[in-house]
C-alpha cells in the first residue's frame, strides 16, 4: 500500500469514525477500511478501542504527541508488538521522525522493524 491515510471524525451520539485509505498499486485501486473507536477512559486520555470487525476491538494506545501542533502521534497497540508514527503530513522532519523512533526504542518498541509507506506518487 502507498499513500496511506488514516482520518479520524466525530461519531453521532460519541467516539469516532475511522476511515484509512490507501492505494494498491498492484489492484491499481483504492483500498478503504471503515471503523468506529470509543475513549476506554475520559477523552482527555488518549486511550481507545476500535473496531474494523464488527464486536471485536484493538487497544489504541497513544502515548507520544505533538501537544503544541498536534503535528504527529506515536500510537500502540495492547503491547509493544504494534507501533504507528501518524503524521498530519504525508512526510515528516526526518530529525524529528528520528527522535520519535529513538524514544520508541527506548521504550522497548521493535523500531527496526518500522514499515515506512511511500506517500509521494
Known amino acids: 500500500m502507498t499513500r496511506v491515510t488514516a482520518t479520524y471524525s ?7 469514525n ?5 492505494w494498491s498499486p498492484e489492484s491499481r485501486t483504492w483500498k478503504t477500511a471503515t471503523g468506529k473507536a470509543f475513549f476506554v477512559q475520559d477523552q482527555g486520555r488518549g486511550y481507545l478501542k476500535v473496531s474494523f470487525f464488527g464486536p471485536f476491538y484493538g487497544s489504541y494506545v497513544i502515548f507520544s504527541l505533538d501537544r503544541e501542533g498536534y503535528r504527529y502521534a506515536m ?15 504525508p512526510t515528516m522532519d526526518p530529525v524529528e521522525q528520528g527522535e520519535l523512533i529513538v524514544e520508541a526504542k527506548a521504550l522497548g518498541f521493535a523500531t527496526e522493524r518500522l514499515v515506512f509507506v511511500e506517500q509521494d506518487k
Open 75 to 89: 500510537v500502540a497497540g495492547p503491547n509493544r508488538s504494534y507501533l504507528w508514527l501518524l503524521s498530519r503530513t
Open 10 to 16: 466525530l461519531r453521532e451520539g460519541g467516539g469516532l
Open 18 to 22: 475511522v476511515v484509512n485509505q490507501g
